[in-house]
């Protein structure tokens, strides 16, 4: 039986999940990953994407602290969360025993 803290730990792991789920969030993830600080005028280029869509995948992204934001002037620049590869690393993480069990 799963105790509440189980629970709770998987709820967090699996709201992690959701936000990488989409694909115009998993882009934007790679892309920070990939090319470090990026300013919204670049993210919008690579893939596409409309201002105010990619404000909310990127309000999405920052609620659940994959992704952190700084004003500089009139830009805001986005940057990976220094955890944010480690927790989706663990989020998803398997003990091998429970792999091999089934």
């Known amino acids: 039986m799963l105790d509440s803290t189980a629970i709770e730990s998987a709820r967090r792991d699996a709201a992690l999940l959701a936000a990488v789920s989409d694909p115009i969030r998993l882009a934007v993830l790679r892309r920070l990953a990939n090319h470090g600080t990026r300013c919204v005028c670049d993210l919008q280029t690579e893939p596409p994407i409309a201002a105010n869509r990619l404000s909310y995948h990127l309000k999405v992204l920052r ?16 940057t990976l969360a220094p955890d944010a590869l480690q927790r989706l690393s663990e989020a998803v993480a398997l003990p091998a025993a429970q792999v091999m069990a089934s």
């Open 63 to 78: 609620e659940c602290g994959l992704v952190t934001a700084e004003r500089r002037g009139r830009w805001v620049d986005y």
